[in-house]
């Protein structure tokens, strides 16, 4: 049963800390999203890989955000320093480029900023 | 920028009526309309999608409209169940690979 993989869960942190959320996306798909779910923002859309190239990060705070795709089985979404703001879940998301569109979700991680 | 726009954010329901979620998108060349529902601590998952050379398309119970001219598509949920509660996006796919969601409608169905 092919489907995204996220790590960790649950995340709780204080201000200041590096976080670090990993994400597996579904073999063969080479399209690879990072959103971040609030309350108030629905999914936001911060980052987004086509064949592991970054293509637009337009939706990330530069200073302490960062993406990465090391390889085609892992993304990597960084937060460094991390801030009570940043507290939501992250979601990342893969697709295929020449497919129908759709997206398969992680189930999430949920990060908590003291 | 790109952006979609869903309304209305909650929709409360008592089952077996109908529920509809509307929404509007900007970019003109959007040509991909997928509908999403989130369930508690899960993930989003496609329900049902419509392509911009379609009008409307229906599966069981749901359906979506889409009129381009107006940049107008709606999610329609007939004879509604509790187990449709949940968290509907709307969303466009702008080109670029780039999916655009909406803010999301929260739906009772009040048994």
């Known amino acids: 049963d092919a489907r995204v993989t996220q790590t960790p869960r649950h995340k709780v942190t204080e201000m200041g800390q590096e976080v670090t959320m990993r994400c597996q996306p579904i073999?063969?798909?080479?399209?690879v999203f990072w959103y971040r779910q609030t309350m108030m923002q629905g999914l936001e859309l911060l980052a987004y890989f086509r064949n592991r190239a970054p293509l637009d990060d337009s939706g990330m705070p530069k200073d302490r955000f960062s993406a990465e795709m090391p390889d085609a089985t892992l993304a990597t979404l960084k937060i460094q320093p991390s801030e009570p703001r940043d507290s939501a879940v992250y979601f990342c998301?893969?697709?295929?480029?020449?497919?129908?569109?759709?997206?398969?979700f992680g189930e999430g991680s949920r990060l908590t900023v003291l | 920028g790109e952006n979609v726009e869903q309304h209305p954010s909650t929709l409360s329901v008592q089952e077996g009526d109908s529920a509809v979620i509307k929404c509007t998108y900007s970019d003109s060349a959007s040509n991909y309309f997928p509908w999403y529902k989130q369930e508690l601590g899960k993930g989003p998952q496609l329900i049902i999608d419509i392509r911009s050379n379609v009008g409307e398309k229906k599966d069981q119970r749901i359906a979506v409209t889409l009129n381009k001219t107006a940049k107008h598509f709606s999610l329609h949920i007939t004879e509604t169940q509790p187990e449709d509660s949940a968290v509907y996006f709307c969303a466009s796919f702008t080109g670029g690979f780039k999916t655009i969601f909406g803010a999301g409608t929260r739906l009772f169905v009040k048994a």
């Open positions: 073999l063969g798909h080479n399209t």
């Open positions: 998301a893969s697709g295929l480029e020449l497919g129908t569109g759709e997206l398969f």
